[in-house]
């Protein structure tokens, strides 16, 4: 057996400050992965705004700019493996094992990419739907080890935010939020500095890089959501 190290094969950062990572790693041959990095979790909330970046998570899985059926039917009807986690100090997505061959969803990909960054809709219908969706996962959570937790963080975290700033919130915050809300928090942490993409897989950077640039990662204007 062989092992070798593939070292990062490009890393640039646009006039945007979107810094991106494109890596070429056969060792899934035939696949591409697809990564976005938030440098925003539950530690950037007010104490109005508790639950506001998981919420916005779910709603990223809704509609998009270039998925106006929502990004969860799209993914699901293509038979892609896709992951998102909102933590303390981020949150990611991604979608993993995605066909190289199938130049279409890789390009759409792509747009996935760009919409999480700068074009996730927001649409009330949908915030009512994922407060629900939230809501179950919050009483869910309400177990022994939940409750054990939060009572010790005040004296792990030296009574610091980190022991307040509960990822999911509270069930009554989590039906309190408007679209206006949570579009709010999106405008103002959802920026290209703050945000890196990586794409890893059996492919070529440079072609994925020239994608990126012509068509994908242009410059925008934060109030044209």
Same mark, same amino acid.
């Given at each position: 057996?062989?092992?070798?190290?593939?070292?990062?094969?490009?890393?640039?950062?646009?006039?945007?400050?979107?810094?991106?990572?494109?890596?070429?790693?056969?060792?899934?041959?035939?696949?591409?992965?697809?990564?976005?990095?938030?440098?925003?979790?539950?530690?950037?909330?007010?104490?109005?705004?508790?639950?506001?970046?998981?919420?916005?998570?779910?709603?990223?899985?809704?509609?998009?700019?270039?998925?106006?059926?929502?990004?969860?039917?799209?993914?699901?009807?293509?038979?892609? /493996?896709?992951?998102?986690?909102?933590? @303390?100090? #981020?949150?990611?997505? &991604?979608?993993? =094992? !995605?066909?190289?061959?199938?130049? $279409?969803?890789?390009?759409?990909?792509?747009?996935?990419?760009?919409?999480?960054?700068?074009?996730?809709?927001?649409?009330?219908?949908? /915030?009512?739907?994922?407060?629900?969706? @939230?809501? #179950?996962?919050?009483? &869910?959570?309400? =177990? !022994?080890?939940?409750?054990?937790? $939060?009572?010790?963080?005040?004296?792990?975290?030296?009574?610091?935010?980190?022991?307040?700033?509960?990822?999911?919130?509270?069930?009554?915050?989590?039906?309190?939020?408007?679209?206006?809300?949570?579009?709010?928090?999106?405008?103002?942490?959802?920026?290209?500095?703050?945000?890196?993409?990586?794409?890893?897989?059996?492919?070529?950077?440079?072609?994925?890089?020239?994608?990126?640039?012509?068509?994908?990662?242009?410059?925008?204007?934060?109030?044209?959501?």
């Amino acid at each position: 057996a062989t092992t070798e190290i593939y070292t990062l094969s490009l890393h640039d950062a646009l006039p945007i400050w979107l810094t991106y990572y494109i890596l070429r790693d056969p060792s899934n041959a035939g696949e591409v992965n697809f990564y976005l990095y938030q440098n925003v979790g539950a530690i950037l909330e007010t104490n109005k705004q508790y639950g506001l970046a998981h919420f916005l998570e779910h709603m990223a899985f809704n509609a998009t700019e270039h998925f106006p059926h929502g990004v969860m039917t799209y993914l699901r009807d293509h038979s892609l /493996v896709f992951n998102a986690q909102t933590g @303390i100090n #981020e949150t990611r997505f &991604q979608v993993n =094992n !995605v066909p190289v061959a199938d130049s $279409e969803v890789t390009a759409s990909m792509m747009l996935l990419l760009k919409d999480w960054c700068n074009g996730i809709k927001i649409l009330p219908k949908d /915030v009512e739907k994922e407060a629900n969706i @939230i809501s #179950e996962e919050w009483r &869910q959570s309400r =177990n !022994v080890n939940k409750r054990l937790t $939060e009572a010790i963080a005040p004296y792990i975290y030296n009574h610091s935010d980190y022991a307040t700033h509960n990822v999911i919130g509270s069930e009554k915050q989590i039906h309190s939020y408007t679209a206006k809300d949570i579009k709010a928090f999106y405008q103002q942490w959802y920026r290209p500095e703050l945000q890196y993409v990586a794409i890893i897989g059996d492919i070529e950077p440079t072609e994925y890089e020239k994608i990126g640039r012509a068509h994908v990662w242009t410059p925008v204007t934060r109030s044209s959501r």
